[in-house]
């Protein structure tokens, strides 16, 4: 990698934390947790999003099946975020407005957007406490569980997960893309040598995966976006009719 | 705002900032921003999403209108950021397999998320070096415009913009919400005494649009979450259709 400013350090170092030690985070850093995700830039001031922090043992490994992930069971403090635009339909009904277009299309994405940005701010929160993070869109394994789960009103959709807590491991780095793959001007445009780019990529990737400490295998970039191309979740279709459910998309 | 640990002070004391100054960002800044955004965490390390850097002043205007904000013809960096699962398609479909799921639903979800996990880390970055900010979903006013002026292929999706730049302003600290209206344990169960927060909290941000610097004037929370949920963009229904265009929500 480049050198970069030492004030990007902790980004630019970035590894996803699955396993963390029994520890407790203590509720003042919880608070001040929920203080960044609050501060985040939210569109037009709405501050669509809520969070809910999972305490209940038993609701947390109903969770952690829902993301066929043993460790979301595990140590560390998980959050749900949530695309909220029930507390504003409320708040609107209270001032005497009932017709509202806060099930579309626009505000779900809005909502979804103020979520996902508070989430990531609470990542760089996070470790600039040293702690470690792992986000969890497998939550949407089974949206519709999850809704029941957390009792998440009209209005409402889970959005993302995250644990938060003291590392009990450190990955190595996983390589990124080739940035001219990623990073275009003025237009969206691939280079002309994208394929022989990728395969590059898949060079250092198999590498990766062929050399690091756990869980070796045969492995190639490619080979991943391809494979996951193909797969779609077990209650397939599930997401679109979760969105119906709660309210999205009607227009 | 309660004390906090001084590290997190950058992000408790965040502010949107919409003036900069003529001061041009470098390129060694701009490639260090695109680094932290690559090692974002990224749904099953997908990096489904790209970054546009909108340098043609003409284009900067035309998005400038889109958004319906002066300032985005300004000074500053302005980058878009989009969800992209056409990359994983050309990937995919050299690999043979030309039957994917990537414009289902779940893969538009997942790539959004990727989009804005990474801008905020921007944001973050940005915010280290001593940069300011402002994050831009009024982008998606006109989309299906945006699309063609950046040339964004099917299973793509432009998410948010941001425009980084040298601050020539120091607004003041606009206070969120009440925690307890945001923040719940193990479901989403607004408190029993909502409604007397939100008046509260009114009263709150009466006091700051009343007695900012500029544009002062008569607003609460209630007022401002009321009005917003009655309003939709000129282009009604443009949304769906720009999904729809760009191949996403198929399944």
Same mark, same amino acid.
Request: hydrophobic share 45%.
């Given at each position: 990698?480049?050198?970069?400013?030492?004030?990007?350090?902790?980004?630019?170092?970035?590894?996803?934390?699955?396993?963390?030690?029994?520890?407790?985070?203590?509720?003042?850093?919880?608070?001040?947790?929920?203080?960044?995700?609050?501060?985040?830039?939210?569109?037009?001031?709405?501050?669509?999003?809520?969070?809910?922090?999972?305490?209940? +043992?038993?609701?947390?490994? &109903?969770?952690?099946?829902?993301?066929?992930?043993?460790? @979301?069971?595990?140590?560390?403090?998980?959050?749900?975020?949530?695309?909220?635009?029930?507390?504003?339909?409320?708040?609107?009904?209270?001032?005497?407005?009932?017709?509202?277009?806060?099930?579309?299309?626009?505000?779900?994405?809005?909502?979804?957007?103020?979520?996902?940005?508070?989430?990531?701010?609470?990542?760089?929160?996070?470790?600039?406490?040293?702690?470690?993070?792992?986000? =969890?869109?497998?939550?949407?394994?089974?949206?519709?569980?999850?809704?029941?789960?957390?009792? =998440? +009103?009209?209005?409402?959709?889970?959005?993302?997960?995250?644990?938060?807590? @003291? +590392?009990?491991?450190?990955? &190595?780095?996983?390589?990124?893309?080739?940035?001219?793959? @990623?990073?275009?001007?003025?237009?969206?445009?691939?280079?002309?040598?994208?394929?022989?780019?990728?395969?590059?990529?898949?060079?250092?990737?198999?590498?990766?995966?062929?050399?690091?400490?756990?869980?070796?295998?045969?492995?190639?970039?490619?080979?991943?976006?391809?494979?996951?191309?193909?797969?779609? +979740?077990?209650?397939?279709?599930?997401?679109?009719?979760?969105?119906?459910?709660?309210?999205?998309?009607?227009?």
């Amino acid at each position: 990698m480049a050198t970069f400013d030492s004030r990007l350090s902790n980004q630019l170092h970035h590894r996803t934390i699955r396993r963390f030690l029994p520890a407790p985070i203590n509720p003042a850093t919880i608070d001040a947790l929920v203080a960044v995700a609050q501060h985040t830039a939210t569109s037009h001031f709405l501050q669509s999003f809520s969070m809910i922090s999972i305490t209940d +043992p038993q609701l947390r490994r &109903q969770i952690a099946a829902i993301s066929k992930q043993d460790y @979301v069971a595990g140590n560390g403090h998980l959050f749900i975020f949530v695309a909220d635009q029930h507390r504003a339909w409320q708040i609107a009904q209270r001032a005497g407005i009932t017709a509202t277009h806060l099930g579309s299309a626009d505000k779900f994405l809005q909502a979804t957007s103020d979520a996902l940005l508070a989430a990531q701010n609470v990542v760089n929160a996070a470790e600039n406490l040293g702690l470690g993070t792992v986000l =969890l869109v497998s939550i949407l394994n089974d949206p519709l569980q999850l809704i029941d789960l957390l009792q =998440l +009103p009209r209005l409402t959709f889970p959005v993302i997960g995250l644990i938060v807590g @003291v +590392p009990d491991q450190a990955p &190595q780095f996983k390589p990124r893309l080739d940035s001219a793959l @990623v990073h275009f001007e003025n237009r969206y445009r691939l280079p002309a040598d994208e394929a022989a780019r990728v395969t590059a990529y898949d060079e250092v990737i198999r590498e990766y995966y062929a050399t690091r400490d756990t869980n070796q295998r045969a492995e190639t970039f490619s080979h991943l976006i391809s494979g996951s191309s193909q797969v779609l +979740p077990a209650h397939r279709g599930d997401l679109k009719a979760a969105l119906s459910q709660q309210g999205f998309f009607a227009e």
